[in-house]
């Protein structure tokens, strides 16, 4: 799907529900977020702690866990990316702005974390 898509159809969902209630789900979709990656964490401390015993419920079961949290966290990231274009609608200038910035500063930390 094109990018011009995406934001016609963003700006269309904030013109069609609202302002306060797109925050509101931007809200909710970043918890989610932050569940999801608590969750992934966990499974994955899990997994590590388990050691070598492989053919154990133990084991098939944290495995399992970590399958679901990695799926769900996959999920979770495209709804919150979604609800950011979303945001970008609702104040375009200024987040383009903020992103060229944000991204510029990035570019120099992973710069001088290289030159290390």
């Known amino acids: ?15 069609l529900w609202g ?11 970043c918890a989610e977020l932050i569940q999801a990656i608590s969750k992934l964490r966990r499974a994955r401390r899990a997994v590590e ?5 492989l053919d154990t419920f133990e ?12 799926r769900n966290i996959v999920k979770e990231a495209a709804d919150v990316w979604i609800m950011l274009q979303q945001l970008e609608a609702l104040v375009s ?16 930390k992973v710069t001088q974390a290289s030159e290390k």
């Open 1 to 15: 799907m094109s990018s011009y898509l995406i934001a016609t159809l963003a700006a269309h969902a904030v013109l």
């Open 19 to 29: 302002e306060d209630a797109q925050l509101d789900i931007v809200q909710e979709e």
């Open 49 to 53: 702690a388990r050691g070598p015993n």
């Open 59 to 70: 084991a098939r079961a944290a495995d399992r866990e970590l399958s679901e949290a990695e």
């Open 93 to 108: 200038g200024e987040y383009q702005a903020a992103r060229e910035f944000v991204v510029k500063n990035f570019a120099a």
